[in-house]
């Protein structure tokens, strides 16, 4: 942690609100809620940390699958912005078994295709590995699975653990971590690089900021029309 931290956002509280494991359910939709997905491992819990400007309020940990719960952090910010970051189980650590069935799991795919006050899913990629066949395929399941009384999620790009990239390798690197129309945010969970950008498209997602017309990555179903 020696490498500077940059400016922080506008959290001005945070707290664990809820937890839904395989015989539990979460509490009724009452706040917009964004979403972190991604492949076990990849810094999920520890980018929510980052927006929320706490140290160890979301568990982390060097070993894949470390959270295996659907877990709500209501937050609050300064303007008086109210939301739940939604830390979700990872995917693709055992080998999926029906690769071809696009399965992510039963307490990942209900909330993912039920959660009607969600609002935008912040999907992460390790930067050294970039876009690969799993995450294309959370994107078509999101497309396909969203229901009728929610409007399209805001799908968000972002780029990992940047700072295992030597400095002059990052900027390249983060470029490549692309799908078509979608750039990707790059993110350190030592420097805090991303943070801000990041709070910009989770205000969009929610309502409470205009959308980027020139560089605000499309919507799912608008990724996918281009990819297919
Ligand atoms: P699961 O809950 O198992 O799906 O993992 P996760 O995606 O929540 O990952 P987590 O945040 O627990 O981080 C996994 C490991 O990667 C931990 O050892 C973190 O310290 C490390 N890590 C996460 N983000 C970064 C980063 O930006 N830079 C570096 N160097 N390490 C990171
Ligand atoms: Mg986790």
Redesign the pocket.
């Known amino acids: 942690m020696s490498e500077k931290r940059a400016a922080l956002p506008q959290v001005v509280s945070a707290s664990f609100a809820a937890a839904a494991g395989p015989t539990g359910v979460l509490p009724a939709p009452s706040l917009p809620e964004v979403a972190?997905a991604?492949?076990?491992?990849?810094?999920?819990?520890?980018?929510?940390?980052?927006l929320m400007n706490r140290h160890n309020l979301?568990?982390?940990?060097?070993?894949?699958?470390?959270?295996?719960t659907v877990n709500l952090f209501q937050t609050k910010c300064a303007d008086g912005l109210e939301l739940f970051l939604v830390?979700?189980?990872?995917?693709g650590?055992a080998q999926r078994s029906k690769a071809e069935r696009k399965e992510w799991g039963p307490l990942l795919e209900q909330y993912l295709r039920e959660r009607t006050s969600l609002r935008g899913v912040v999907l992460?990629v390790d930067v050294r590995r970039g876009v690969e066949q799993e995450e294309r395929d959370l994107l078509e399941f999101l497309a396909a699975n969203n229901p009728a009384n929610r409007p399209a999620l805001q799908i968000t790009l972002v780029a990992?653990?940047?700072?295992?990239l030597p400095v002059s390798q990052r900027k390249p690197a983060i470029a490549g971590v692309t799908i078509p129309g979608m750039p990707a945010i790059g993110?350190?969970?030592?420097?805090g690089d991303g943070i801000e950008p990041l709070w910009r498209r989770i205000r969009q997602a929610v309502g409470v900021l205009a959308a980027d017309p020139i560089k605000a990555p499309s919507p799912a179903a608008a990724v996918l029309e281009k990819t297919s």
């Not at 979301?58 to 295996?68: A, D, L, Q, Y």
């Not at 990992?160 to 295992?164: A, M, Q, V």
């Not at 993110?187 to 420097?191: A, I, K, V, Y």
């Open positions: 972190f991604g492949r076990s491992n990849v810094g999920k819990s520890t980018l929510m940390n980052a979301v568990r982390t940990s060097s070993t894949p699958g470390c959270t295996r830390d979700l189980p990872g995917f650590y992460l990992t653990k940047i700072d295992k993110f350190s969970g030592l420097t």
